[in-house]
């Protein structure tokens, strides 16, 4: 009885956090321009998104363009960054170390719009022109603290015998590195590289005060232009569809993966 | 071993000039005046324009309802989560996080549509159905995370020397399940104190949030006010952080 009212409850929940998501998913399958209107069954809005016929015309294919590209390098690099980072936190004491981890938990407590500010009066301070290159940098800034804390409790996990006894045997210091060090840490690599890319493509506020003036769209803001102009651009229902549906079978995927692994 | 400790060196610079220095560029435009010079004006404008107080308030109030309605639906459901008599697959707590990968300007959007569709008028109850849409998960991952790793036996040991149930609860699981509680309501209630454009989808534009204002003010290049007013907000932040107990080890070692 317990365990039923238990399971009804999440359900619930589950149903009512999904509803907006079905709701798109289920009119992306109609050609009608506003949401909510079913004017029959059609996969129209799928065909634009590959022949390249959006309504917006290229503007929104630009837009996820460019949120991607920014996705990427900003992950790639705080990964880098971060990894490196945490090496050098992990080996440090004291002060020093317990001032650079307040420092990294900065920009995680910050609120977006925060971030968003602080960062364009820097740029308008140094005079430095806003466009890719100062999103790329305001997306590093806040996915690297995140990256930090994914690789620092591999380092924890980690026997510091391994890499010396690597030394002892004749590995030079970057040897040691890229076949003793990375190995271990790749799993935290991999999770901080994750989290990184995903907080990148989810953010609005910090791109919106750091593309500048010269017309960047990533994704969010695109949304963000388009709503306020009345009305969503039809073609991103199925986009937002097929999004979710890749993210659903990647996460099936690695479950599966790791069910399996723990069996082990 | 100890020249790697060098390795932080560049992440260090890297964090004054795009951590520090801007956090303290908005103290110093919010101290200036369009010709920077010092002045206290910004800060006392924010104080006697009842535009920006009201929304202040309401957006602190928002907040904090949200936060309450979060942790009172958010806590029961990590609670079942983390039970593996209630709840053997992980699958289900994915299902919890899955929707965050989902645009959430994209998801605001078809809430509001939704409300639109069964008739609901756009306004406060609307606005706060969606945030806690939103924010749900937030808060039911780092309670549900706290709960996993509690050690059972504690609850068991009450249990055998004779608590009721609802006494096991009161005295021992919600008592070491404070820190996910802590971190939850830090996580729902910062980011909607601050929020933006969100609350223009979910009201049509009929209660606007602080974190609109300060929007507002830097895209029409009041830049001093702006800053001001975020000033403001991050002054909220950080009370909120230390009365939260934010630093991990003062929740650890606190007077729960």
């Known amino acids: 009885m317990k365990k039923l009212f238990a399971q009804a409850y999440i359900w619930v929940l589950l149903v009512l956090l999904y509803a907006p998501i079905v709701f798109i998913a289920i009119f992306s399958f109609t050609e009608a321009r506003t949401l909510g209107n079913w004017t029959g069954f059609s996969l129209e809005l799928y065909k634009h998104i590959f022949t390249g016929g959006v309504n917006g015309g290229a503007s929104l294919m630009a837009a996820i363009k460019n949120t991607l590209v920014i996705a990427l390098v900003a992950a790639a690099f705080s990964t880098l960054l971060g990894t490196v980072s945490a090496i050098g936190i992990y080996n440090l004491k004291g002060r020093k170390k317990k001032t650079i981890q ?40 806040f996915c690297t603290p995140y990256v930090v804390l994914s690789v620092m409790p591999k380092l924890g996990q980690m026997n510091p015998n391994i890499y010396e006894a690597a030394l002892d045997l004749g590995a030079t210091p970057s040897l040691a590195l890229r076949k003793v060090l990375i190995p271990q840490l790749r799993p935290g690599m991999l999770s901080g590289f994750i989290l990184a890319f995903t907080m990148s493509l989810d953010d609005f506020a910090v791109t919106f005060f750091t593309r500048g003036t010269i017309g960047l769209e990533t994704l969010s803001t695109y949304i963000y232009a388009d709503a306020r102009k009345g009305g969503l651009t039809p073609e991103l229902r199925p986009l937002m569809t097929l999004i979710f549906t890749i993210i659903l079978i990647l996460l099936v995927i690695m479950n599966v993966r790791q069910a399996k692994t723990n069996k082990k | 071993m100890s020249k790697r400790s060098n390795w932080a060196i560049p992440y260090l610079i890297f964090l004054v000039l795009f951590v520090v220095l801007p956090l303290v560029l908005i103290v110093v435009y919010a101290l200036q005046d369009g010709n920077g010079n010092f002045t206290l004006s910004n800060v006392t404008r924010f104080f006697t324009d009842s535009d920006a107080l009201s929304t202040f308030a309401v957006s602190v109030e ?44 994209m998801r605001t959007l078809a809430t ?91 009201t049509n534009n009929k209660i606007k949030l602080f974190g609109t204002i300060i929007q507002e003010n830097i895209n029409s290049s009041m830049w001093n006010y702006g800053a001001a007013l975020s000033l403001i907000m991050l002054v909220i932040i950080g009370l909120t952080t230390i009365l939260l107990g934010g630093d991990e080890r003062e929740v650890e070692g606190g007077t729960i």
């Open chain 1, 102 to 141: 307040f420092l990294n938990n900065i920009p995680m407590i910050n609120p977006d719009v925060i971030t968003g500010v602080s960062l364009f009066l820097l740029f308008v301070f140094l005079h430095f022109s806003q466009g890719y290159l100062t999103v790329i940098l305001a997306h590093i800034s």
């Open chain 2, 62 to 105: 928002v907040a904090i309802e949200n936060t309450l309605i979060c942790l009172l639906l958010g806590y029961p459901a990590a609670y079942i989560l983390a039970d593996k008599n209630l709840n053997k697959s992980a699958v289900t707590v994915i299902l919890f996080i899955l929707p965050m990968w989902i645009n959430a300007l």
């Open chain 2, 112 to 202: 509001a549509e939704l409300f639109n569709v069964f008739g609901f008028t756009l306004g406060k109850g609307t606005l706060l159905f969606g945030m806690v849409y939103d924010y749900l998960p937030f808060m039911i991952y780092p309670i549900y995370n706290v709960l996993l790793k509690m050690d059972k036996s504690y609850a068991e040991a009450a249990s055998d020397l004779g608590a009721t149930p609802v006494q096991v609860f009161g005295k021992v699981t919600l008592p070491l399940s404070m820190p996910g509680i802590f971190s939850g309501i830090l996580m729902v209630f910062m980011p909607t104190v601050s929020t933006f454009a969100i609350s223009e989808f979910l």
